[in-house]
């Protein structure tokens, strides 16, 4: 163990050792429709008395070898309740002429039968991305442990026909299966700049033709790694399969590019396969974000044994210095399982952490109505604070104080920076100190500001202010400009006349994942503060530096278990 064991999280997905990226495959919920399949029912009648259990299943990029990344493998880990993992070996390890230089990401398919099938790009022994099939060698075992790749890979790879670009060309998404029988994949590419999901259909699952159009692309925006392509319903929120079409039904895009997952909601017609964002401004690289902080290469899966789409979404190391890495042993989390859903206006999704998490809730500190005066902080005492769940929302009187939002504002995440938590304002800055030391020389901020638009209307920023985390270093070996303290910001789209300000902040101990307006904007941190080197040094408090009072109406702060994690 290094001094920096201290940084490793309780309810957070992790691996025990080296480095983690992407979530891959999907976590697929390999259910008891494969009990029906008639193949299997053969095994399970001879095999005798097998209990068969719903089995959650995470891929993820893994190095074996160290906490870089490089080596790039298949990690596997399963779970009944997607809070405590128990690890697999590898699922897919580097091990052909096709993978040689990498397993890189993927996704996992329910075939008809429930027969899971893996598709994932292959970085060749000559370092070009091409496209990989693998699928279990034994459908009979839950926990899938061993996979078979496929004779024919690779099944799509760039020649000089297709004249694809082997250096950015992968991460083929989970396929649907559309009324014409075929199914249907996306891939992401990049040409002259412009970022595309290249689209491409199968009879077979082995025989992949590429579409004369692509799903999606747009010019200037980069390469899109990890495209992922569902349907959200426009009534409900449950989730859908990811082959669902009909009339209340919507469809996600979402691509990852610049260290940004981005996604556009559209109408997507399966038979001449185009699909139109509803809104050409909030397209790829324009509109919203799963998270304004650190979230990259996420994927969702469909849930069916509870009728839910759930997020996974790596997060990264907040490091300047890779050397960090290696010196802890370990890099990488998955952010909390995050159930999505379309807002009831279909302009957005919304997110909110599994219910699964709150059985690791305990000893609730319940504060009901209180002020917040001007200037004040407040301890939230009874809180073990390196690890815990915080429910809360604030109101204001009246919004009298709101500043002026100024015309030249157009980066909340600039005016998140320039306007920090201990930048004194009207209506605000008010909110949570987390992972706090009792002398306030560390904390991180994740607050609310309310401004007045010129069109009589309210504008709220939520924001996540890192500057003074690893404020005093003198303990550790490392300079504080090793760490990035980058302050995150986001325009929350909740009218404050109407609604309250709603925030939820998941704290555990490296990781602060924060969600504002019901689930309306994410932003998810990564800070190492030093207070954590003693136990009960770390502290959890309410703030309000605006010069007008804000009400809290109740506040809910529990301490958080420990999950089995890997
Ligand atoms: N990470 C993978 C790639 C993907 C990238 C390699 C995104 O397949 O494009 O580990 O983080």
């Not at 957070?12 to 029912?41: E, I, T």
């Not at 302050?487 to 101990?509: A, F, M, W």
Request: neutral net charge.
């Amino acid at each position: 163990q290094t001094p920096d064991h201290i940084y490793r999280t309780a309810y957070h997905f992790q691996p025990a050792k080296y480095w983690m990226n992407d979530p891959n495959g999907k976590f697929l919920k390999v259910s008891l429709c494969l009990v029906r399949q008639k193949s299997f029912m053969k095994i399970v009648m001879h095999a005798g008395p097998v209990i068969y259990m719903g089995i959650y299943h995470l891929f993820y990029q893994y190095n074996l070898y160290d906490a870089q990344t490089s080596n790039i493998v298949w990690g596997h880990s399963t779970s009944t309740d997607l809070v405590n993992w128990t690890p697999q070996p590898p699922a897919l390890l580097r091990s052909e002429p096709y993978d040689f230089k990498g397993c890189f990401t993927g996704s996992t398919t329910l075939l008809s039968g429930g027969k899971p099938a893996v598709l994932y790009t292959g970085l060749d022994f000559s370092g070009i991305q091409v496209q990989n099939l693998a699928v279990p060698k034994n459908v009979a075992d839950p926990y899938l442990t061993e996979w078979v790749k496929s004779p024919y890979n690779p099944l799509i790879a760039p020649n000089s026909v297709n004249k694809i670009d082997g250096q950015n060309f992968r991460d083929p998404s989970t396929a649907w299966l559309n009324p014409d029988g075929n199914w249907r994949m996306v891939v992401g590419n990049q040409q002259n700049g412009s970022g595309i999901g290249l689209l491409y259909r199968s009879k077979n699952f082995i025989d992949w033709i590429q579409a004369e159009n692509p799903l999606h692309f747009l010019n200037n925006s980069g390469m899109w790694e990890c495209p992922d392509f569902f349907p959200v319903s426009k009534i409900s929120k449950n989730g859908l399969e990811t082959s669902t079409i009909g009339q209340n039904v919507k469809h996600v895009f979402k691509a990852s590019t610049a260290n940004t997952d981005y996604y556009t909601i559209g109408t997507y017609n399966p038979t001449n396969d185009i699909f139109i964002p509803d809104n050409r401004s909030l397209d790829i690289g324009l509109g919203f974000r799963y998270d304004y902080g650190k979230f990259y290469a996420s994927k969702t899966f469909f849930d069916s044994s509870t009728s839910r789409r759930i997020l996974f979404g790596w997060v990264n190391e907040s490091v300047n210095n890779l050397e960090i890495n290696s010196m802890r042993g370990w890099a990488g989390l998955q952010g909390i399982p995050r159930r999505i859903w379309l807002h009831k206006s279909g302009n957005q999704l919304l997110q909110w952490p599994i219910v699964e998490i709150e059985k690791l809730r305990m000893n609730p500190v319940i504060e009901d109505t209180t002020v917040l005066m001007p200037g004040s902080i407040r301890e939230i005492s009874g809180v073990n604070a390196t690890q815990a769940d915080v429910e809360m929302s604030f109101s204001a009187k009246t919004l009298e104080n709101a500043e002026k939002w100024e015309a030249n504002w157009n980066n909340p995440q600039l005016v998140c920076s320039i306007k920090g938590a201990t930048v004194k304002g009207g209506l605000g800055p008010f909110g949570l100190l987390v992972l706090a030391s009792k002398d306030m020389q560390e904390y991180t901020a994740i607050f609310f500001r309310i401004f007045k638009g010129d069109n009589n209307n309210f504008i709220v920023l939520m924001c996540s202010d890192q500057t003074r985390t690893h404020f005093c270093r003198s303990s550790l070996r490392l300079p504080s400009s090793d760490y990035d303290k980058t302050t995150y910001g986001v325009l929350l789209n909740v009218d404050p006349l109407q609604e309250k300000l709603s925030l939820r902040t998941l704290i555990d101990h490296s990781i602060v994942e924060s969600f504002g307006g019901e689930g309306k904007a994410c932003i998810t941190t990564r800070v190492y503060p030093t207070n954590l080197a003693v136990d009960g040094s770390t502290h959890l408090y309410v703030f309000n530096n605006g010069s007008q009072s804000v009400d809290i109406s109740k506040l809910t702060a529990w301490s958080m278990k420990t999950a089995q994690i890997n």
